[in-house]
């Protein structure tokens, strides 16, 4: 099956830093989510983005299907920022959208 | 609903016992799926659902667990005789249709087997 491989699996940074985070993937997909788990586990949609580049104020995201990843910039980082981040590519299966997700990067952001 | 709605929010139950989970999708998706966050696994793809259809049950972990949905609405999980390995986060999510679309997710129900 696809394989999701997602880097660094940690990062620890300083308020005000930026970070890049990357989704690698096997195989094409149909879609591409990324997500930040919250401490009470809470999955928040952070982009669909099965191609192309997006913008959410201090976020954005970059997908190049062709070569198969992803990437998440966060920027002027908040400790609120802190928490594991998803990458989850969608697959078809029997006529829907299976999400196989990667291991995710948990990230700190201390003050 | 504003969101995807789960409950119980955690469940405690002893070795043996049937659990039964609920999951309320955001009003108008047709599409509505479970998976399971533990440790050990990460977060995995359990079954999905168009309207009150679930195509693919391959899925699921073992025969002990089912799920249904009704009305094109809730849906329900069952594990049955549970076992310590069945410890885990399930989560819902729904879509608006089964192709190439978003998925919400709800707050997850955390399932602890003793």
């Known amino acids: 099956g696809i394989q999701v491989e997602q880097s660094p699996p940690d990062l620890i940074l300083q308020e005000g830093a930026n970070s890049t985070l990357r989704c690698n993937f096997s195989d094409s997909v149909n879609n591409l989510q990324w997500f930040h788990q919250n401490p009470w586990g809470q999955l928040i949609n952070l982009f669909y983005i099965p191609s192309g580049t997006k913008q959410n104020g201090r976020l954005s995201a970059t997908t190049v299907a062709t070569e198969r990843y992803s990437l998440l910039y966060i920027s002027s980082s908040q400790t609120t920022d802190s928490g594991v981040y998803f990458c989850?590519?969608?697959?078809?299966?029997?006529?829907?959208?299976?999400?196989?997700f990667g291991q995710g990067t948990r990230l700190t952001i201390n003050p | 609903g504003a969101g995807v709605s789960q409950s119980p929010s955690n469940k405690v139950t002893e070795k043996g016992k049937d659990v039964e989970l609920r999951c309320d999708p955001i009003s108008g998706h047709t599409a509505l799926y479970w998976y399971r966050q533990s440790l050990g696994q990460g977060l995995e793809f359990l079954i999905y659902?168009?309207?009150?259809?679930?195509?693919?049950k391959s899925g699921l972990p073992s025969d002990r667990f089912s799920a249904e949905r009704t009305g094109g609405s809730v849906s329900t999980l069952t594990i049955q005789r549970t076992q310590q390995e069945d410890s885990a986060v399930y989560l819902c999510?729904?879509?608006?249709?089964?192709?190439?679309?978003?998925?919400?997710f709800g707050p997850g129900t955390r399932l602890t087997v003793l």
């Open positions: 659902f168009q309207g009150n259809s679930a195509p693919d």
């Open positions: 999510a729904s879509s608006f249709r089964t192709d190439y679309n978003e998925q919400f």
């Open positions: 989850a590519v969608g697959i078809y299966i029997q006529g829907a959208q299976k999400l196989v």
